[in-house]
């Protein structure tokens, strides 16, 4: 089967939330000031859009301005975000964003970076420690300055895992996601996330998409069938008393076995182990020649 690759299945997985969702069209809201998208993004993460916009609409019903929340005491603050989880946590959050802000700008308004390059408007947020946060981040990007970036969160991560599709953190998911889904797909897409982060019957629902690798990478190669390995060498026959084990095999015959002593002179044999060969007789003198005899002049 061959390797689908993550793009494909996340196209395939926005047409299936389409159907399951099935999200109403509606026009594209009004872009948000920069302080109001970090505000936003601060109350909408890991919570619910629901949720987030009745938390922005608050702030901007019950104080005059952004200085009013910057001096207000922090319970005052938390009572705006009631029904939020850990609005003591994002109370601190959004007053020290504020109060960083004062203390660098002496204003409330960041408008200016509409203006700008994206890059060089991230970097003028950078030292802002609300930044840290990946998904404000993505929310500010995406909702003011016209970027196009999918806000993740932990909880839109932790779908991801249940449907399989596992990444180390959020920004990384982020990235991917942005990746496969284009800008014109990105508005629509960033909502269905939002209610399948927040649906818990999607991890049992049996027609959801589920990411699977086929690749054949990390893979170990399958041992061969038994039947086809070769023994490393045939085993000794069994002896009497004897385990098979302690047979050794029998020792090569000699190469030169059959050789003869080079100093044995031809045909004569070696002779047997354990035995003295006989002393060697003197060679019998020359004969004399013919028609001579011996004594005469």
């Not at 926005?14 to 109350?43: D, F, M, S, W």
């Not at 690798?213 to 086809?228: F, R, Y």
């Not at 030169?256 to 070696?270: H, L, Q, T, Y």
Request: some cysteine; aromatic content about 6%.
């Amino acid at each position: 089967m061959a390797t689908q690759s993550k793009t494909q299945y996340l196209t395939d997985l926005q047409a299936y939330l389409k159907r399951r969702y099935k999200p109403k069209a509606e026009k594209a809201a009004a872009r948000l000031t920069v302080i109001e998208a970090v505000v936003y993004g601060i109350c909408h993460e890991d919570t619910t859009r629901e949720q987030a916009n009745q938390a922005l609409s608050r702030f901007k019903d019950q104080f005059f301005d952004w200085n009013e929340v910057r001096v207000s005491p922090l319970e005052e603050v938390q009572e705006t975000l009631a029904g939020i989880p850990d609005p003591a946590a994002r109370a601190h959050r959004i007053r020290r964003f504020l109060r960083q802000l004062f203390e660098r700008t002496y204003n409330f308004t960041l408008e200016q970076l509409t203006k700008k390059p994206l890059k060089e408007a991230l970097k003028a947020l950078q030292p802002f420690e609300v930044f840290t946060s990946d998904y404000v981040t993505a929310t500010v990007v995406q909702q003011a300055l016209g970027g196009h970036a999918i806000p993740v969160d932990e909880s839109t991560r932790k779908a991801f895992e249940h449907l399989g599709l596992h990444e180390p953190d959020v920004s990384t998911l982020r990235g991917l996601i942005e990746r496969a889904i284009p800008k014109n797909r990105g508005a629509e897409f960033i909502e269905l996330l939002e209610e399948m982060a927040h649906d818990a019957a999607l991890a049992t629902d049996a027609k959801a998409p589920r990411w699977e690798h086929h690749g054949k990478a990390g893979h170990a190669p399958s041992p061969p069938p038994a039947s086809t390995v070769k023994p490393a060498r045939a085993k000794s026959k069994e002896l009497p008393g004897i385990k098979p084990e302690a047979v050794e095999p029998p020792s090569p015959p000699a190469k030169d076995a059959k050789a003869k002593p080079k100093d044995a002179p031809k045909g004569s044999a070696a002779p047997p182990p354990g035995k003295t060969p006989p002393a060697k007789e003197p060679p019998s003198p020359p004969a004399s020649p013919k028609g001579k005899r011996g004594g005469d002049k």
